[in-house]
Structures are given as C-alpha cells and as structure tokens.
C-alpha cells in the first residue's frame, strides 16, 4: 500500500542517516582520537627536543611600512621538555589569584603564560586535577598570550621583548581588586610600564604606557598575540569547530589543518576580536571596538611542531621626546560559559561580555552553529528549568514536553490523519483486490479515496520531520556547551553530556571487563541501561502500529528498534534521555488521538501477538 511504502521508505533513508552519522561524527573521530593519543605518547617516548616558545617579537616590515610581531618560530631553539612547575620556577612570577582562575604572570616577558581553572576538573571526580589552559614555554604544550611595542621600520630603539625581565611595582598578587603593575627601562630613554586587570570571570586587561625621555621621538605599533605550540588534540566533530576563530570583518574559523595549508592568513577590520578555540575553553584578544586592526592567523612549522598565532597590530604611535603613549588591550582566557561569554538573543538575559564590551558578535566563541534559531532557545530553556530545578536532566524532560506542546496541533493532525489511514485499510485492501493488476486504476481510486475523507497522505511523517530538528539541536547543545559538562542526572548518570556508563555485555559491572576496549568491534558493545530504555519505548512505538503485511516492511519495523539502541548507545546519556522520554510522550499521544477518532490502539494486542508467535 502506499502509506506503508511511504513509510519503509522513511525508516529505511532515517536508519541510514543516523547510521552514517554514526559512523561519521563518532566511530571515526574515536578512533583518530585513539590513534593520535597513541602517535603522541610515542612521541613522548622519544623525548625529543621540543622548541621554545615564541622568542622576540620584532618588527616584519610590511607592505605599506606596516609592522607585524613575529612568529615564534622564526628565532626559537631547540630545547628539551621540562615539567610545568621547573619551567615555571625558571623566571619570577606574580600570582594570580581570583575565583575562577589560579596562575601566574611571568615577569621574564611579560607573559601571561600559566592560566589553570579551578571551577572545572579533568573528571567528574571533583578531585581530579583543574582543566589547565594556558603552559609557559619550555613545557610540552607551551601556550600563553604576550603584549607589547614592535618598532616601525627604521626604529632601532631597544623594546621589551620575550627575553626581557620585568619588575613588578609593590608586591602581591594579581586578583579583582589589585591590578598588577610592571615595569622596564630600556636605559636609553625609554620607560615602559604595563598594567595587569582581572575581573572575577576570565577578563584580562592590559594597559601599556611609554614614556620618552630621550633624544629623539620614537614610532611604535601596539600588538597583542596568543600564541600555542604543537597542534592540539581536537574532538575531531565536523559539527563543533576548534582552532583559530575571529570575528574579522565577518566570521572567520580555521581549523589547525586549514592554517597549516594556508600558512598565515592576514585580516583589516574594526570591531573585531580573535583568538583559539577548544570545545569548551578558548582564549581571545579583545581589541577596542574602535581600533583599526591589522590581524593575522599563522601557523609556522619547526620540524614536526606547529606553531599557532592569531596577533594583531593597532595603528602606530609616535611618542614625542618628553611625551608618552598608552595602548589598550584585552585578553579572555577561560570557560566558554553562555553566561559568561554572552548569547545575542533576544529575551535571552545572557548579555555577558559580548554585551557589556559592545563586542561583535562575541557569543559566536561558542558554536552554536548553522541552525542557531533553534540551537540557542532549546539552550535557553533548558538553562532557564534548571535555574529552577538545579538539574539538567529534569530540564531535557520539561523541554520535551514543552516541544511536544508547541507542535501539539500540528502533531494531532498528523497523528489523526494516522488514524484515519487505519480506519480506511478495509477499503484500500478492497482496491487491491478489485484492480489486483491495474496499479494505475488503484492509484486513481486510492487518490479518490484520500479526498473524500480529507485525508493527507504524507501527514504522518510530519511527527518524525518536527523531531530532527529539535534532536540535533538538542545533540548540538549536548555536545558544545559547558554548562552541560559533568551535569549528572540521578543515580549512575554523571555526566550527561557523555555516553551512559553502564554496559550490558559485563552485566552492568559485576564482570571486571571494559567490552569497549576489545579491538576491531569493541566500539559496539557499549550498551548502556538508558540506550536499551529508549530501545524498548521506541518498540513500544512501532507496535502501537498495525503490522505491515509485507514481509520486508515487518522485517524493518521489528529491527529498527535494536538497531538505534546500538547507534545512540555512544550518544550523550542526556540526549538517549531525552529519546526514551519523547517516544513516551508520542505513545501517549499517538494512543489519545487515536481513541478520540474512533481507532482502536493496537499496541497491547500487537504486543500479544509478538509474544504469542516466540512461544509457539
């Protein structure tokens, strides 16, 4: 019959999605995940010399006069791999010390290069280690951002550069209400002082002053960059992008693999910021809305190390003899926190930074993606529940339900032209039989059938169309926002932005066996409780249907269900949550519509007749 066509149809193209999906977005990023953690602990093992971190930034000259701070690897040297404590102990240092972040200053250079937050751990072992972000150099993974003058071309005036010892002005830590100050003479005229500002959050602001006693007047460009050695282990998602980002006269994003084909990619804009990514921390400068930026991503190679930059130039300075200059900068280094960062939606009371600097569009650090109309208000509901109920998995339930309510009307009358359908097979398997081989006549009357009973034929796959949307929305939030990491459920559920952790293949740990670690297939033998819920209410669903009289059609219905157990077993815990919850719901609706239009529900007598057919 068509509708039933129409259906296998439907299941068979949304099976193969999701399994390609699958395939694509977590069984090959996993094990390229697990290849690369292997290539890097060999690596590791040989103790190669890594290079240090970007030495001093002097003046390229550009085309025009322009100047740009240097890459790193232009001057580095080979040195070999230290712990971050002995790199740390080898140049004086001002603490940092506010809420959310604990660190350093490095006053060789001026560095802010030491960055751990202390609100996030490694785990959901509150124990565990803070997430560090930013390393000093001489460290494996040196990352740190640097500020300072480069000279315009022709200048010879000595300027603080990596290698130069600062001295701090007073003594303490830097925290909200004690900015740290430094201070450099360079003996021939020049003094520069540099003034360091936190906020309670991850705002960094940075306030350079130089003054000219000398004999001549001095040109100088102000500069910022961030730079980070060795190309970072990535989640390896096509739906979530890490790396170089910046709102650069419009959004620009550059995975690690794209800079290094590129080389280095140079910007003109005002009003921008720039900086780089990870899935949930980043760190980027925030220039004054005002200022007229030269900017630039770049990626230099040193023998097998990548070095990544993202720097910028401000339009240069001739300080006076006698007379001095400022720059401003700023510098975000932390959690990609909505809230935080700032969401731009309306009604969506996340103002943040992006907001309170005037930035543009500086909610775009975190990816929300191509589909952010729906993305941010499912964030935005699910973030305003659990300000309510302090748990986000109650949240993924309301939302839900919610949903369910928005497209009530839509969905009744999909679910009741379902029912009409039922009530009319009598009459189409009548047509069958009168026009056993005249498919053209069975179409006709069929057609005539559906108009006089006002009857959409394509209505019933307006249910499962509404339902990819908000579960890839929902999967895009799942995946990317931090207020989702490590937020439990109850019970075993402790993260549920991860996979449900239980597994039926050890009996759900009385056997001392990870299943997942066996090689070649073990990926599939994660099946957790929750995956096998959503699994058993997904048959619910299917048999609240009439079996299909085709063979093959029974045959796909009966293993559908098995099927996406096993594909959304390595899902997040709270997204499989919110599956098992809606194919409920749609049961219960599907159930009320078609009593209330006179259908009878077939679930229990298929349920029956399923259980009846395995004992005989």
Known sequence: MMTDNRNTILAVILSGLVLIAWQYFYNVPAMEKQRAQQQAQAELQKTTPQPTASATPGATPQSGGAAQPSTPAANQQAQPVVARDTAMAASPRVKIDTPRIAGSISLKGGRIDDIALVQYRETVDPKSPPIILYSPSGT????????????????????????????????????????AVLKWDNGEG???????????????????????????????????????????QVSGYYILHEGLIGYLDGL?????????????????????????????????????????????????????????????????????????????????????????????????????????????????????????????????????????????GISILLVTVIVKLLFFPLANKSYASMAKMKSIQPQLQALKERYPDDKVKQQQEMMEIYRKEKINPVAGCLPVVIQIPVFFSLYKVLFVTIEMRHAPFYGWIKDLSAPDPTNLFNLFGLIPLDPTTIPVFGHYLALGIWPIIMGITMWFQMKLNPTPPDPTQQLIFNWMPLIFTFMLAGFPAGLVIYWAWNNTLSVLQQSFIMRRNGVKVELFDNLKATFAKKAT
Not at 202 to 226: H, M, Q, R, W
């Open 190 to 232: 020049l003094t520069f002082r540099r003034t360091i500002s936190v906020d309670d959050h991850y705002l960094f602001t940075i306030k350079d002053e130089v003054s000219n006693v000398g004999n001549a007047p001095v040109t100088l460009y102000p500069f910022a960059l961030i730079s980070r050695h060795g190309t970072p």
């Open 140 to 179: 494996a993974e040196p990352y740190y951002a640097e500020f300072g003058w480069v000279p315009a071309t022709g200048v010879t005036a000595k300027l603080p550069d990596a290698q130069t010892v600062w001295q701090q002005d007073g003594s303490g830590s830097l925290t909200p209400t004690t900015p």
């Open 252 to 392: 620009q994003e550059y995975a690690y693999k794209k800079i290094d084909e590129a080389k280095s990619v140079n910007f003109k804009a005002t009003n921008g910021w720039l900086g780089m990514t990870d899935k949930y921390w980043a760190s980027a400068l925030l220039p004054d809305t005002s200022a007229q930026l030269q900017a630039r991503f770049s990626s230099n190679p040193s023998g097998n190390v990548h070095t990544y930059q993202t720097d910028y130039l401000l339009d240069p300075v001739t300080v006076a003899i006698g007379g001095s200059a400022t720059a401003n900068a700023r510098l975000f280094a932390g959690a990609k926190e909505a809230g935080v960062v700032g969401i731009n939606f309306p009604l969506a009371g996340h103002g943040g930074y992006n907001k309170e600097l005037s930035l543009n569009h500086f909610d775009l650090l975190i990816d929300w993606g191509w589909f952010y109309f729906i993305t941010k208000p499912m964030f935005l509901g699910l973030d305003f529940f659990y300000r309510f109920f302090g748990n986000f």
